[in-house]
């Protein structure tokens, strides 16, 4: 049964781009493509108006939006309006993201997530833990009198939710041998972020399980020519994922450039590390008691140290391709089909395919969002 169509559009299917198709949605689900002359009678049909329709972006890092740091809003409420934010620049799915912060934060987090997605709150597939495991020599923002080593029972607590994806970033080096080959176990995506680990460090994680790095170049060891450092060890390893923000303050461009084409095809993934600026009037916001102010897309503390982003997905994908000459249908797949594939969410989401979820953006030839639909509700 098909509840609506969308026709007239210039469709991104996470391969290739099609044109002269319609796509066809019903129950939540994309149910078919067709030709424009061919959609069902008495089907509803929506104008794509000549622009193009792309499989809604995934975002996996995810500190804020709306006015709302997670943060300080461990809260359905908070979560919906971070969600809210986000979508009026094409996300269709994202996990909401927590900075380093103490055990009670963490375990209301969880909670808060838990019933976000209980509830079906749109968008919401899991929760990125960034920290507190970090080592306080990568720290960037995270408050150092916070970051800590992990506690007996942290397996325990980084496995806690029931009904989607949890990721956690740390630092592998101050983790015991075996905890991420644990954690792996219990079906939690590792990070390897905020970490001064060397090369050999970051093998013996990748042997136990490690599933990729958070915003590449950024709060890791470089990449120099005799010790590669995380940075190198993560480009050069072919099977783990690396997120990587393309603002044009975190990464140079001619970094992303490089990035792209020395790492694996499909394993760099747009992320935006956003702050609750991204989405709201209010272009400042107190973290850990100190004031961020995000001018001209930057998010920074008075001394100029980077404090997450003020970017979104859509301004991901477009800066990818001004900024690093990636071609569209490739910054495209980073911004949705390559972060789905992270989250072994690729069978539902990341594709405009039978039987896939009608989570869809369309957007302009100026990177304008005109419309989005999750689950097939717009």
């Known amino acids: 049964m098909h509840d609506f169509a969308i026709a007239n559009a210039r469709i991104f299917d996470g391969e290739i781009f099609q044109d002269g198709k319609a796509v066809l949605i019903g129950g939540g689900k994309?149910?078919?493509?067709?030709?424009?002359?061919?959609?069902?009678?008495?089907?509803?049909?929506?104008?794509?108006?000549?622009?193009?329709?792309?499989?809604?972006?995934?975002?996996?890092?995810?500190?804020?939006?709306?006015?709302?740091?997670?943060?300080?809003?461990?809260?359905?409420?908070?979560?919906?309006?971070?969600?809210?934010?986000?979508?009026?620049?094409?996300?269709?799915?994202m996990l909401p993201t927590l900075i380093t912060d103490h055990r009670e934060k963490m375990?209301?987090?969880?909670?808060?997530?838990?019933?976000?997605?209980?509830?079906?709150?749109?968008?919401?597939?899991?929760?990125?833990?960034?920290?507190?495991?970090?080592?306080?020599?990568?720290?960037?923002?995270?408050?150092?009198?916070?970051?800590?080593?992990?506690?007996?029972?942290?397996?325990?607590?980084?496995?806690?939710?029931?009904?989607?994806?949890?990721?956690?970033?740390?630092?592998?080096?101050?983790?015991?041998?075996?905890?991420?080959?644990?954690?792996?176990?219990?079906?939690?995506?590792?990070?390897?972020?905020?970490?001064?680990?060397?090369?050999?460090?970051?093998?013996?994680?990748?042997?136990?399980?490690?599933?990729?790095f958070t915003?590449?170049?950024?709060?890791?060891?470089?990449?120099?020519?005799?010790?590669?450092?995380?940075?190198?060890a993560a480009i050069a390893d072919d099977q783990s994922w690396c997120g990587l923000i393309v603002d044009g303050y975190h990464v140079h461009p001619a970094v992303v450039k490089i990035a792209v084409r020395a790492k694996a095809r499909g394993k760099i993934m747009l992320v935006t590390d956003a702050m609750p600026t991204v989405g709201a009037t209010d272009k400042s916001f107190v973290l850990g008691g100190e004031k961020i102010i995000a001018s001209e897309g930057r998010c920074a503390l008075p001394d100029g140290t980077l404090a997450g982003s003020d970017l979104d997905m859509m301004s991901a994908v477009k800066n990818t391709v001004a900024m690093a000459g990636v071609d569209l249908g490739e910054a495209l797949r980073m911004a949705s089909l390559y972060p789905a594939?992270?989250?072994?969410?690729?069978?539902?989401?990341?594709?405009?395919?039978?039987?896939?979820?009608?989570?869809?953006?369309?957007?302009?030839?100026?990177?304008?969002?005109?419309?989005?639909?999750?689950?097939?509700v717009e």
């Open 30 to 93: 994309i149910t078919g493509l067709c030709a424009r002359d061919d959609i069902p009678a008495n089907t509803r049909t929506i104008d794509g108006g000549g622009q193009i329709l792309a499989p809604g972006f995934i975002d996996i890092q995810v500190n804020g939006g709306g006015g709302v740091l997670l943060n300080d809003q461990t809260s359905v409420a908070g979560i919906r309006a971070m969600m809210a934010a986000h979508r009026q620049y094409g996300t269709t799915a």
């Open 107 to 212: 375990e209301q987090a969880i909670a808060a997530v838990t019933d976000a997605i209980t509830q079906q709150v749109p968008g919401i597939v899991g929760i990125h833990l960034e920290g507190p495991y970090l080592n306080p020599a990568r720290k960037g923002v995270h408050d150092a009198n916070i970051i800590r080593p992990m506690e007996d029972d942290a397996i325990e607590l980084l496995s806690r939710l029931p009904n989607g994806r949890i990721l956690v970033t740390m630092a592998p080096e101050k983790a015991a041998k075996g905890t991420i080959a644990k954690l792996t176990e219990r079906g939690v995506l590792v990070c390897a972020g905020h970490t001064a680990g060397t090369y050999d460090d970051i093998q013996a994680a990748l042997g136990e399980g490690l599933r990729g």
């Open 215 to 232: 915003h590449l170049f950024n709060a890791m060891s470089p990449l120099a020519h005799r010790e590669p450092g995380v940075a190198g």
């Open 341 to 376: 594939e992270f989250l072994r969410l690729d069978h539902q989401m990341g594709r405009i395919a039978p039987g896939y979820n009608a989570d869809l953006v369309l957007f302009d030839a100026a990177y304008t969002v005109m419309r989005t639909w999750i689950n097939g």
